[in-house]
T-cell receptor
């Protein structure tokens, strides 16, 4: 079992809709979680990070963390075609390692 | 520099050759990570440094892989006797401190012929 699991997709949503990306993790000791966006042929770029249970909002993005269910999600409101990319979920384990999921491919259809 | 710098951006080598990949982290960042990313996959952890100390190398796939960070800044990932399965993008990331996000370089795309 991988430390971080993501549905690889692809996920398609129409422009203006809400895109919901989900991630589960196995290490109960993980404290920090990160969402990265990766365009094809590019390196991952940080979107958001979250440490505490609940929601964290930043512009069109909302990260949600539920430590009891070991579940992390990212909501993208008012999705734009430029949001089309692969979204990587990562958790920081107890040994300071970062574990990445395989990524969810998102396509926003104009 | 302002960001993490990796070189070369692209490297083509023949099977059996040795290669060296360089990472120059963000100034002042204590921790440095190396990842291997195959096409369509997420980054896979290789190794991690805190300053010059290599604290975890459990992700290195074989003893052909070796990483160093002798002065706690620039790091080099060396792959000896390269094999075709070593073809991937090698990403370097640096972190300022605990519970902080990683900042990635542009990666080195390695192709073994």
């Amino acid at each position: 079992q991988k430390e971080v699991e993501q549905n690889s997709g692809p996920l398609s949503v129409p422009e203006g809709a809400i895109a919901s990306l989900n991630c589960t993790y196995s290490d109960r000791g993980s404290q920090s979680f990160f969402w990265y966006r990766q365009y094809s042929g590019k390196s991952p770029e940080l979107i958001m990070f979250i440490y505490s249970n609940g929601d964290k909002e930043d512009g069109r993005f909302t990260a949600q963390l539920n430590k009891a269910s070991q579940y992390v999600s990212l909501l993208i409101r008012d999705s734009q075609p430029s949001d089309s990319a692969t979204y990587l979920c990562a958790g920081q384990g107890t040994g300071n390692q970062f574990y990445f999921g395989t990524g969810t491919s998102l396509t926003v259809i104009p | 520099g302002a960001g993490v710098s990796q070189s070369p951006r692209y490297k083509v080598a023949k099977r059996g050759q040795d290669v060296a990949l360089r990472c120059d982290p963000i100034s002042g960042h204590v921790s440095l990570f190396w990842y291997q990313q195959a096409l369509g996959q997420g980054p896979e952890f290789l190794t991690y440094f805190q300053n010059e100390a290599q604290l975890d190398k459990s992700g290195l796939p074989s003893d052909r892989f070796f990483a160093e960070r002798p002065e706690g800044s620039v790091s080099t990932l060396k792959i000896q006797r390269t094999q075709q399965e070593d073809s991937a993008v090698y990403l370097c990331a640096s972190v300022q401190g605990s519970n902080q996000p990683q900042h990635f370089g542009d990666g080195t795309r390695l192709s073994i012929l």
